[in-house]
């Protein structure tokens, strides 16, 4: 099998972002970084080969150090940028250069959209004071078919502790509680513009009982839940987020996940 070398192209871009204050007093700051890289199939016609593209919008937090330590670990497993977009490289062209060597044993033009690959890292902080961050991450990979695929992960950090945050922290038993699951279902059955005492499987769910997600947010309005495209309904509905307003969940909540949630900036009882 012939093999290809890499051909990339490298755009570093640094910007200083806006500073929040942080434990400590010392003020926590943030940067992004944006990287480009192009991958083609066949080098020895790089006018008319199939290729991959990769870019990565980072977000580095910078200080204080113990916290810029933890969260730069937590979303990179490493303090190093290089580290880490060299191992998302290596992974995403390894997997593009196998697929298509099993594809298809001769080069390909440029026309043929489906060997045309893309994928797309977004790190964005949504929230963040002196004591709490949420941080959102997005990611979009295509590798042929009729379209490509989003997804979206977030963090919500205790910076004092220097911890994510699960939603069990918030509720005694977030699956096993009746009246939990009915709240969210009735969010969603509004989501999906049901009338009152329709099921949401005569909606855009896929079952009258979608599994619960755990990728959760915290805003000022509410408990934020979000669904990645396939989970609970079909791609063309793509992800499906709604958000709870505090007041209906406060009575279900955890005593000390109340206390949590003055971290960011979130009163329950003002």
């Not at 937090?61 to 810029?68: R, V």
């Not at 997804?151 to 009246?179: H, M, P, S, W």
């Not at 990728?215 to 989970?231: A, R």
């Amino acid at each position: 099998m012939k093999k290809y070398p890499l051909f990339c192209v490298l755009v570093p871009v640094m910007l200083i972002s806006a500073c929040v204050s942080a434990p400590r007093n010392e003020k926590n700051q943030y940067s992004p970084w944006h990287y480009t890289f192009t991958v083609l199939l066949d080098p020895d016609r790089p006018h008319d080969s199939p290729q991959l593209d990769i870019a990565l919008s980072l977000m580095n937090i910078q200080s204080p150090a113990e916290q810029a330590e933890y969260l730069n670990g937590l979303l990179y497993s490493t303090n190093s940028f290089d580290a880490y977009k060299d191992r998302v490289i290596q992974e995403q062209r390894k997997k593009y250069r196998d697929t298509l060597f099993d594809m298809t044993a001769q080069p390909v033009g440029k026309n043929s959209a489906s060997h045309n690959w893309r994928y797309a890292e977004t790190v964005s902080i949504k929230n963040s004071t002196r004591q709490g961050m949420v941080i959102e991450r997005d990611y979009y990979v295509y590798s042929g078919g009729a379209h490509g695929l989003n997804t979206k992960r977030y963090y919500v950090i205790d910076l004092e502790q220097c911890k994510q945050l699960r939603i069990d922290d918030l509720f005694a038993n977030y699956q096993g509680d009746k009246r939990l699951r009915d709240i969210i279902y009735f969010e969603l059955g509004k989501y999906s513009r049901l009338k009152s005492g329709q099921k949401l499987s005569e909606g855009i769910f896929f079952s009258d009982e979608p599994e619960l997600t755990f990728n959760f947010f915290l805003s000022n309005e509410g408990l934020g839940l979000y669904w990645d495209p396939y989970q609970i309904a079909p791609y063309a509905h793509g992800g499906i987020k709604i958000i709870i307003p505090w007041q209906v969940l406060r009575p279900l909540m955890l005593i000390e996940s109340i206390e949590l949630l003055t971290k960011f900036d979130i009163y329950l009882f003002v």
